[in-house]
């Protein structure tokens, strides 16, 4: 007869295991004996090893009295099935580790791939990376909102890259990233700003982001994204209204 100690050893598990299969129902508790420990037989040991060799197959412990207690027929059918469910969790685990490669940057994370190409492309034009973190964050937004409208949002931020004036634009704003205090600097700006906007209006590309652009709601919120991104945004939006536009995310020529 052995201790709960021994019984342990003898089985490869801990004390503390041999007490949770106890209050779970796997191994019954003998009673005590006259000095009052409670001792254990072979058949115990016995059980208790093949309680350890199926948890440690993957078994769940809901599952192991039923094995226990099987007959052959059933014991294959179960096993089977626990099989199937491992082989499950297996592939979910290689996609987990496939999509962890795929994280290089912090770009990837949360972004469709339409806009991380962007993002690169937007990168190779020598915007600073302190702005490239903020473009991120906000298609972070955009895309979690509108993830069908993404493909066509791209297609257009990319055909912009094209435009000298937009990459200009980028590298004043990557200036002002750094010297957001330089008047001269942020007027020039608006004025550039200004002039895309004008052109934007002529070609239809405001047109079209009024009809396929964001709610009312989702405006308020990507406009108080960008106010606390950066504290020259508020002053650009003072000069730009100066210059007769409204908004930021969305923007409007001022009624005369």
């Known amino acids: 007869m052995l201790t709960i100690g ?17 209050q779970i129902g796997l191994l019954r508790e003998p009673e005590r004996d006259a000095s009052g420990y409670r001792t254990y037989d072979a058949a115990a040991v016995v059980r208790l090893i093949r309680i350890r060799t199926l948890a440690e197959a993957g078994v769940p412990l809901a599952r192991v009295r039923e094995l226990l207690d099987a007959d052959p027929e059933t014991f294959a059918a179960a096993t089977t099935e626990i099989d199937r469910q491992l082989r499950a969790q297996i592939r979910a685990l290689q996609e987990h580790r496939r999509r962890i490669a795929q994280l290089g940057s912090g770009d990837s994370l949360a972004l469709p ?16 990376e302190a702005m490239i973190v903020a ?3 906000a298609w972070i937004l955009i895309a979690a909102r509108w993830p069908e409208a993404i493909p066509a ?12 004036k937009i990459v200009r634009l980028y ?9 957001w205090e330089d008047e001269e ?7 550039l700003m200004s002039e895309l906007f004008e052109q934007a209006a002529a ?7 009024d009809e396929h652009g964001p709610d009312a709601e989702f405006i308020r919120l990507m406009d108080a994204f960008a106010d606390g991104a950066h504290p020259a945004v508020a002053r650009l939006r003072e ?10 995310t969305r923007v409007e020529k001022r009624e005369p």
């Open 6 to 22: 021994r019984l342990a050893s003898y089985a490869g598990v801990t004390i503390r295991a041999v007490r949770h299969y106890h």
């Open 113 to 128: 791939e339409e806009v991380i190409d962007y993002l690169d492309r937007l990168r190779a034009t020598g915007a600073p």
């Open 135 to 137: 473009e991120r964050d």
């Open 153 to 164: 949002f791209m297609a257009q931020k990319v055909a912009e890259l094209a435009d000298p």
């Open 171 to 179: 590298q004043l704003i990557g200036r002002i990233a750094e010297d």
């Open 185 to 191: 600097l942020l007027r020039e700006t608006a004025d």
């Open 203 to 209: 070609n239809g590309q405001l047109d079209w982001r």
């Open 239 to 248: 000069l730009i209204a100066e210059r007769g536009w409204t908004g930021w």
